[in-house]
């Protein structure tokens, strides 16, 4: 077979009839289906499937003009000087947030930015005129005193960010630069200079720490070892109170306003909201939303309170019968409960391993988130009262946390030597106190008081000089309490709760023989005052000095004493941001009757507290029995 054969063998198609050929041709162009044809070569065509009929491609829709408005999603208001980008252009509002483009591309993509605004990116669609709404990014705003109208400085401001934590792209910034200053210095007697008890007057040797409610000891009654002032000059003007640094923590951003009650934050996240937390005045919590602006007016707070211990309120009978009290039209509007009784020992259900291994705990309270809840619903603020460095328990299980005697013994102290004491210039026992306090603000309480924030005083009978970890001088007490405060206060600043320290009424006094009265404990008010919200002198007037401001019975002079401590407490609080919280007294003193109907001592010393403008009281009294009752009706 020559080379043309072969290459006709290779295309049987070539030996179709021409009719045939044609006939395939039509039936492809018709759409037909027709079956496999044999093409008597043995080899099968494949059937050609049917084809839809390709559309037309389509042309590139014609580009239109578009304008429209850009504003503030919360004031609606108009933004001038936004930036707005489409179809490759770039243009800005003008002063009524207009903006125009001639030749926009339908579908596209429209870009909007704008100084303090979240930018946003949306499709134009097909329409001509497109107004855009932007949410702020930033928000600031000034906060007022409620009833004054006027601003508030040192208001902490703290920025709640979402559940999901958001990190700002940029760094928040206050309004007015918040650094630290030095703490205020100042030269404290030593013991050397003024003895070892001298001038601690009776409230160290009377202070009542009874715990039972139903059957309290009677207080020892004090025998001063040295009569108090018996002048009247005014304690020195107050010491210029340093600029707060903001406290940090997980989930929020803070800073103080400025003098003019001005705050301000920049890029904060969508979802987040505000509070607002100062002294003297209810914590406010709001939602930011759209808003850029949010001026507060705060209302303010003066606590009313009444002590309560704990095996009280854990009896049912005796916290309802106390609570019904209360609530007949009565002006108490808080209380201090235990989460500590005097005798160290932890009331509620503690985690803490320290105090588990000490066996240091008589959980009367085990419910005590329960309780706080319960009592909150009434519409009560809730204190709790921690017996901060008198720590008997600890002391004697951790030895190296306590003030010891010369014999290596925990140090007594106190009416029948039943007080032992954590040594306040030791870190360990002051970082103790810290964890503590971390686990009770877990409780949901309003407030941490602390009481026995001091160094001991008055010994037992026979009890050396105290040993502490270290030599120290009054001066150096007075810089221990300050360090703890300081620590204390950064974890409560850092809550929703507030906090405040018990201090003797003799701290408010004016200096004695060149020296505060109070620094052989470490309670000279000047240094400590700015690291707590509140301070609670505790002015029972049956707990001065015989004669002091003329009085031979203090305990007679309840209005006298309590006016004069209210006049000294304004000029030492003068412009410091701690407010000045007393302690009142509801309780006898032999041979003055404070509770019998009829009798005006606990009026007498309402009078006088309101009279010298303390931000609000507290009652003592160690049987938790408030009488006479009409004292406390509104």
Known sequence: ???????????????????????????????????????????????????????????????????GRVEDASTGKPIAGAEVTAGGVLTATNADGRYHFDDVPQAGKITVTAEGYRGLEIDTGVVNQLDIKLRPS??????????????????????????????????????DAMTATAVPTGTVPTTSTMGFGKGLAAPLRASLVLTSPIQPTTAVRATATKSGPTSTPLPPTATPTPKPVPPKGEGFIALYTDDDGNYFFKDVPEGASLSFKMPGYKLTKMPIEDASRKDVALEQFKVEAIYVTANYAASPDLLGELLDFVADDTRINAVVLNVQNDASEWVYDTKNPDVIAAENTDKFLPEMPELVKSLQARGLYVIARVVTFQQKTMAEARPEWAVLSEDGGPWRGGYAGHQKWLDASNPAAQDHMIDMTKEVLTLGFDEIQYDYVRFPSDPAAGESDPVFSKPITDTGKVAALQQFLKKAHAVTEASDAFMSIDVFGYTLWPDQEDGPILGVIGQVLEHIMDYTDYVCPMIYPSHFSPGEQGCKVPAACAYELVEKSGEFAAKRFEGKRAKYRPWLQDFDWDPVDYTSRGTTKVTDQIRACRETNCWGWQWWDPSNVYEPRAAFKK
């Open 1 to 67: 077979m020559d080379q043309r054969i072969r290459q006709d063998v290779r295309n049987p198609l070539k030996f179709l009839p021409f009719a045939a050929l044609l006939l395939l041709a039509m039936a492809g162009m018709a759409g037909c289906a027709i079956g496999p044809i044999d093409l008597g070569g043995g080899t099968p065509v494949p059937t050609v499937p049917p084809t839809d009929t390709v559309p037309a491609p389509t042309s590139t829709p014609e580009p239109r003009a578009l304008n």
């Open 138 to 175: 930033s928000v600031s705003g000034r906060v007022t005193d409620g009833s004054t109208g006027k601003p508030l400085a040192g208001v902490l401001v703290k920025l709640v960010l979402p559940a999901a934590p958001v990190t700002p792209t940029t760094s928040i910034t206050p309004t």
